[in-house]
């Protein structure tokens, strides 16, 4: 099938499809939808649920759990069986949903696709399916339809269309019928509709061309079933670390069978003691205190406007080494604003931005009242008066949005600053007749009645207006058109097209007050020509701050627009965006991907982009190693943002397919968001870095304590039930509370982390050793002394008690790895002193509650017992604050660059 259909005229598209503007016979149509299929999008054949539950359950981490939970049960300690199950349930339960969650997408597409259409069969018009519409069906669109299928125009009449969705084009565009003499991209073929665009203004007669899957959106369809999604770096670092997790495991089991049969152990004895080992080598707590970290971080992301829709995702943004970001309504306002007036020969700056009506009209930097400059009042009354739109307000009292197209409404907000009321002139000057706005006449005209006569105030393209224009509004008054104000003009029409800015030209001209019909006639030659109108979507004053922080995070803000290229080149340099070329759509589709690969790292600015341009670019920066985060609203992002590491769609403008498809969720469409969920997700992770220390120092310290009182002393200082209550209450006492740990402020002011640096890092590991060992060898002596000198339930009682007065104080230490409490503010973390009063009431009911003594194999202790626990917890406290104040950096090896790397 013809592919270039906007290439043929329309009797040329007729032909090739062997259709007439009568329209298909129904025997043909259905002898089409034979051969062609139903016009419909076909998703992705469903993971079953059963399948997506147990899918949650593979991991190497749970399986260690789960060898856990049924050694747990060998040994009757159901109790510990039934809560390593809960928190595994639990887990699995929360991933489940937010893996269903993400396979509405395509059926989000699906439903883009409109239910019912008109078409022209056997030379009437009939309401069809639109699943039943076929190549060379003859559609008839009008004013707020969607549109079915991509079609090529037979005869329009003032058609617009809005192709936001998969252009990135923000405003409507005027549609036309003469074939294009050349190859274009897809938002420049002003000849053809497109499946799931909605029809804005005016109406047409199309013949439909592509259906179902090898429409445009289609094709954007089967690209999203075809992206196959990787691993965040949270996911890998997870798993990773269940490796690990799982040989030590193996590793320390085999000691001790090894050990204690050289010891000459029995067999059921060396058993029980693999099964503490197992028990304490294992993190059983892990899992779910990385979902609390991840949901706590998600409620606080809410809180500054981004929805996080996978947990995963949370902590991606914080790895995020480049942003792709969409210009219209995020890095701008997406609302157009008169920036600059022409009149008089003089420009006039506007000031304010959006939609809201206040601001002040300036010249040469002093304030000009438009009451007293009769010129430029006629420009803002033509403004307004010749003009469609509407100022509404807000819910809620705010201000404002525009009903209507967003020029003419930047327009009417323009005269509203300068005091004019659309109403009161509307009452004033009431409309007696119109001239619609054609793109092939270029212009806008109003007939209203003023002074005994009538006038038509006329806005449109500056050039048509010039040549349509015999005079010129001058301070004071009209005079003729001469060739240097005709130069003067042109002359200021540049230099605002230079700014980036959208030009709009207003005439006027007076007619007798018989005239009551308004024709072309009346306005040709006869207009007089008022000023000059520049506008532009002007860049969020947030946003500026936010690229700034972007640039000092080491994060690189690449722009990626369906708007013009000296547009996009215009807002990068208002918002001080990095140094680099600026490439358009169609030099990226004569780009190789050799060659895109080579130039990627020096773009800084994408226009005139079609959709799966996007998913290109998005696969060159993560092919140089980029964690790649991506904005989107339309249909078209859809596929790079399920191909980005993290896919962000807009909460106000974006689509439901956009918003399915993604990880986060902007809620206030605004940049400085996406860079403030960058923070909280770099804080987020070293919240999980500081609990991933104190749950492997705390286990390996259990470990050691473990392996040095067996080989030397022959005997385990903790029961096996004593070591699950440390990891499943205490650590949890105290893991969830180190996981809400308050920012520290300087996280915007580190590097990204490498993509390859995860949880555990070489410093890290070190630092977990360090501890370890020195709680381990702590536990040792103190166990080593007091079976010497009292019962074993004693011995036992008393390390137990150490090895909680251990954690207490890791507690706090675990907080930071650089800064000391003290930096940090020892009251700053709520949660965690309200945790510890909590963990030690506990463990003296423990200890000291019958019932539990039994259950626990503890006995009471004096005062002066539990003095020697706490007197070795605070020393191992002191010697590590002490190391961070003289060695803060000593265990920072490898912490944002893999070794390798940081070497080079």
Known sequence: MNEQWHLLRPDEALQSLNSKRSGLTETEAKSRLLYYGPNELKGKKKTPPILVFLRQFLSPLIYVLLVAAVISIVVEHFIDAGVIMGVLLLNAAIGFIQETRAERAMEALIQIAAPKAKVRRDGRVRLIPAREIIPGDILLLETGDRVPADARLIEISNLKVTEAMLTGESMPVDKRTEALREEVPMAERKNMVHMGTIVTYGRATAMAVRTGMVTDIGKIATAIQEIKPEKTPLQKSISKLSRYILILFLGICALLVVVGLLKGMEWLEVFLLAVAAAVSAIPEGLPAVVTVVLAVGMRIMARRNAIIRKLVAVETLGSATVICSDKTGTLTLNEMTVQRLYVDGQLIEVTGEGYVPRGEFRRNGQRVSPENEPTLTLLLRIGSL???????????????????????????????????????????????????????????????????????????????????????????????????????????????????????????????????????????????????????????????????????????????????????????????????????????????????????????????????????????????GHVVAMTGDGVNDAPALKAADIGIAMGITGTDVAKEGSDMILADDNFSSVVAAVEEGRVIFNRLRNVIFFLLSTNLGELLALVLTILFIGKAPLLAVQIIWINLVTDTAVDIPLGLEPKVGDELKQPPRHPKVGLIFPGLLLRICFLATLMGVGIFLIFNWAQARMSLEEARTIAFCSMVAFEWFRAFNARSDEYTVFRLGFLRNHWLLLSIPVAIMLQLAVVYVPFLQAAFGTVPIGIDKWGIALLAGGALFVIEETRKVFLPRLFSLGKWRPLREANA
């Open 386 to 624: 010749c003009n469609d739109a509407l100022l509404t307000r807000r819910e809620n009292d705010e201000c404002c949005d525009i009903f209507g197209d967003p020029t003419e409404g930047a327009l009417l907000v323009a005269a509203t600053k300068a005091g004019m009321n659309k109403e009161k002139l509307e009452k004033t000057f009431p409309r007696l007749d119109e001239i619609p706005f054609q793109s092939e006449k270029q212009y806008m005209a109003t007939l209203h009645p003023r002074d005994g006569g009538r006038v038509a105030y006329v806005k449109g393209a500056v050039e048509r207006l010039l040549s349509l224009s015999k005079y010129i509004m001058k301070e004071d008054g009209v005079a003729p058109l001469a060739e240097a104000d005709a130069k003067a003009i042109m002359e200021a029409n540049t230099s605002l097209a230079k700014q980036a800015l959208r030009v709009i030209a207003t005439a006027y001209v007076e007619l007798p007050s018989e005239v009551e019909d308004l024709k072309d006639e009346d306005i040709r030659g006869n207009l007089v020509f008022v000023g000059l109108a520049g506008m532009a979507d002007p860049p969020r004053e947030e946003t500026k701050e936010a690229v700034r922080l972007c640039q000092q995070a080491g994060i690189k803000v690449v722009m990626i627009t369906g708007d013009h290229k000296l547009t996009a080149e215009s807002i990068a340099h208002q918002l001080n965006l990095p140094p680099g070329k600026t490439v358009t759509g169609v030099e990226l589709q004569q780009m190789s991907d050799d060659k895109l690969l080579s130039q990627i790292e020096n773009i800084s600015v994408f226009a005139r982009i079609e959709p799966l341009h996007k998913l290109r670019i998005v696969n060159a920066l993560k092919s140089h």
